[in-house]
């Protein structure tokens, strides 16, 4: 949610950093709206005091004996206009809510303009891609292992569904153990479960509600899936005023993740880089204003540290405001490679959403010693998908016998094994 004071204070500023983002300019609806609201507001002020100073008079009057009918007709009819004027004045606070919670975040000053991945930076490689002689994709190995089933998948959920079995289920596991020790013992994150289900509010406080509601699946009793944990770890701290002391909080959570994939249609229709339903290491960061654009540098190592220790080769990019997501101000995307694809693809997304993301939740801090209260920065980053980091795994360590090689990280997860689909 943006600030209204900030527009109202620099209505060209605001509208350039919406331009970034491909968007016309929006202060001139929003600033008439908020004048309409305010002069509606004006006006009820202005009747409620008229209201308790002819009050006044009707008790002087009548005590002098006088006659107040003319007070008394006046005050019948501010009884009479003030209900419409809070219902103007709702309905106008209402479409300036609507209108706000529509737009994206404003990208900082050093994200690069672009319309989408084509305008993104690449800012570091780290380690070989590894390059093989008729490299097969994930898909491929899983199914000649017999551990990874789609068509069992689709009998029991329509596409875009996978089952893995034995080891290649233990595997997976087996990563998101991994990630968590990671985060928690090195990294400083304490370790969440949380809901899976979540309210109307919640998915509105992180931004996915009201724009993206068709990317989401909702239950019979209204509430929503959540897309990522994001979404329940950021809202621990919503409608809430937190002492300075305790920032940053930091937090992650292993999770199974729903998205419609509304937008995906005839994208990575085989295999288990796009899927309705797919499994996440989630970390998300509660920060201090003053240290949120450090806390994001942090976040972002975190995340590549997990591939560097399972030996997998990335690039880290940094998004253009085109192709950032919508709470975002500016987005870190790590990119794996993936040997059967030949190319890198998005295995983690780290993002700082300034106060965006705290304005709509209400989430709030006080200083020591200060009297008013401040809005805490929040960030997010996928530390990393579990899936994507499987389809990693079997690309890069396919072996020419069939066998996927284990890296060292994970063999103490999996009793030793070093290697998985052995004949």
Not at 295 to 308: G, N
Request: hydrophobic share 40%; glycine share 8%.
């Amino acid at each position: 949610m943006h600030d209204l004071q900030s527009i109202r204070a620099n209505p060209e500023g605001f509208d350039a950093g919406l331009a970034r983002r491909g968007l016309p300019a929006q202060s001139p609806e929003i600033l008439a709206l908020d004048q309409r609201r305010r002069q509606a507001q004006q006006e009820l002020e202005r009747l409620q005091q008229r209201r308790n100073e002819a009050s006044k008079e009707i008790g002087q009057l009548k005590a002098k004996g006088g006659d107040a009918g003319n007070l008394l007709a006046e005050m019948a009819r501010i009884k009479e206009a003030v209900p419409g004027l809070e219902e103007e004045q709702r309905l106008i606070a209402d479409q300036l809510d609507e209108k706000l919670a529509a737009l994206p975040n404003i990208p900082t000053a050093d994200v690069p303009d672009g319309l989408d991945e084509h305008g993104n930076l690449e800012l570091r490689r780290t380690g070989e891609p590894r390059i093989i002689d008729k490299a097969l994709e994930h898909f491929d190995i899983g199914e000649r292992l017999g551990l990874m089933d789609f068509a069992a998948a689709a009998k029991i959920a329509g596409s875009r569904f996978v089952v893995l079995r034995g080891e290649l289920a233990r595997l997976e596991r087996a990563l998101g153990n991994f990630m968590l020790d990671l985060h928690a013992r090195e990294f400083g994150y304490t370790e969440m479960s949380v809901p899976l289900l979540v309210r109307d509010q919640a998915v509105f406080g992180t931004g996915q509600l009201p724009k993206f509601a068709e990317d989401l699946f909702r239950t019979t009793d209204d509430r929503w899936l959540i897309p990522t944990a994001e979404v329940s770890l950021t809202n621990l701290v919503n409608d809430s005023i937190l002492d300075e002391g305790e920032l940053p909080i930091r937090v992650t959570a292993y999770t199974p993740c729903f998205r419609s994939e509304a937008g995906a249609a005839g994208r990575d229709t085989r295999g288990m880089i796009r899927q309705h339903q797919f499994s996440k290491v989630e970390l998300v960061s509660i920060a201090h204003p003053d240290r949120s654009d450090e806390e994001h540098e942090r976040m972002t190592a975190a995340a590549e540290t997990v591939l560097a220790r399972l030996g997998l080769a990335y690039r880290t990019m940094l998004l253009c405001s085109g192709d950032m997501g919508f709470s975002a101000r500016k987005t870190y995307d790590i990119e794996v490679w993936l040997p059967g694809q030949n190319a890198y693809r998005e295995i983690s997304s780290c993002s700082h959403c300034g106060d965006f993301q705290a304005r709509r939740m209400k989430a709030r801090f006080k200083n020591a010693g200060e009297k008013g209260t401040r809005f805490v920065h929040t960030l997010n980053g996928s530390g990393v998908a579990v899936g994507r980091a499987l389809v990693a795994l079997l690309e890069t360590y396919q072996q020419p016998d069939g066998s996927v090689a284990v890296p060292d990280v994970l063999r103490p997860y999996l009793g030793g094994t070093d290697a998985i689909g052995r004949p």
